[in-house]
């Protein structure tokens, strides 16, 4: 059985966890019943939260909470037998991060990536991340990039170096930048050599909008499946498809020449 990996745009509840939690099950088992070959499902960034009043995070919330949740949702993968991406706080050492947490068909969190490339509105709420290390699943070597990290092409080609696979690109990138958006996943692509599935938020968060438009490209960072609307739904492809290489032969040299230029 062919493999398929999808992309999810949604909205959520400010601060309701455990109604959040309900939500991402709810579309789990659904994209499941609609395609039983999908193996891969990623959510946006800060999903399980939301992206308003980041302020109260440590107030409405704690990562003893978050793990509780996470489980219900990984048990829930552990079912279905699928592979997902959740946007979602974590609570570190240094302070609050905003991760992705890879969970896995064993109903584990296997990995967690937290942004590296913070804006101004997140500095004084989050640490950003220390490290992006590869995370070798069942679907392939994945590389995670979180909103603002996709419009940086050396993190693509740092991943790409390390031998990526595949591209996780998970945002609540908001409107009226969705022509931005769409550069920066593509881009990513093209400069590391490497498919992405990217998954952006719908709906507003107080004064923010955000743009949706989850899709997903190939190597040579052309989109292949896109949300057309700004409803909830999800865009799914084939995972030959999309790592399919054969386009690229003879031309695009960045990663060759950036591993002899470092």
């Known amino acids: 059985m062919e493999k398929y990996v999808a992309a999810v745009q949604m909205d959520c509840v400010t601060g309701a966890v455990e109604e959040n939690t309900i939500h991402i099950i709810q579309i789990l088992k659904?994209?499941?019943?609609?395609n039983e070959a999908v193996t891969l499902i990623v959510f946006p960034e800060m999903i399980l939260y939301g992206y308003e009043k980041?302020?109260?995070i440590s107030t409405d919330?704690?990562?003893i909470q978050l793990e509780r949740n996470l489980k219900k949702i990984a048990e829930t993968c552990e079912k279905l037998?699928?592979?997902a991406v959740v946007g979602a706080p974590y609570f570190g050492e240094a302070g609050i991060e905003n991760?992705?947490?890879f969970l896995d068909t064993n109903g584990k969190v296997q990995h967690v990536y937290s942004k590296m490339h913070l804006i101004e509105e997140e500095k004084n709420i989050f640490q950003p991340g220390k490290a992006c290390k590869i995370c070798e699943t069942d679907v392939g070597k994945l590389g995670f990039l979180v909103c603002w990290d996709s419009a940086f092409p050396e993190m693509a080609e740092k991943y790409a170096l390390e031998g990526a696979e595949l591209f996780i690109?998970?945002?609540a990138w908001e409107n009226p930048y969705e022509r931005q958006w769409e550069l920066a996943v593509c881009g990513s692509s093209f400069s590391g050599d490497v498919p992405a599935i990217a998954a952006n938020r719908i709906g507003k968060d107080g004064n923010v909008e955000f743009a949706g438009h989850a899709m997903i490209t190939d190597c040579l960072g052309n989109v292949l499946e896109e949300a057309k609307s700004s409803q909830?739904?999800?865009?799914?492809?084939e995972l030959?498809?999309?790592t399919n290489k054969e386009e690229r032969q003879g031309f695009g040299t960045q990663i060759k020449e950036k591993s002899v230029l470092i």
Do not use: H
Not at 232 to 237: F, G, N, R, T, W
């Open 240 to 242: 030959t498809r999309i």
């Open 232 to 237: 909830e739904s999800y865009v799914i492809a």
């Open 54 to 56: 980041l302020e109260k």
């Open 61 to 63: 919330c704690s990562q």
């Open 81 to 83: 037998k699928v592979n």
């Open 99 to 101: 991760a992705l947490y």
């Open 30 to 34: 659904r994209m499941k019943r609609e």
């Open 169 to 171: 690109i998970s945002a």
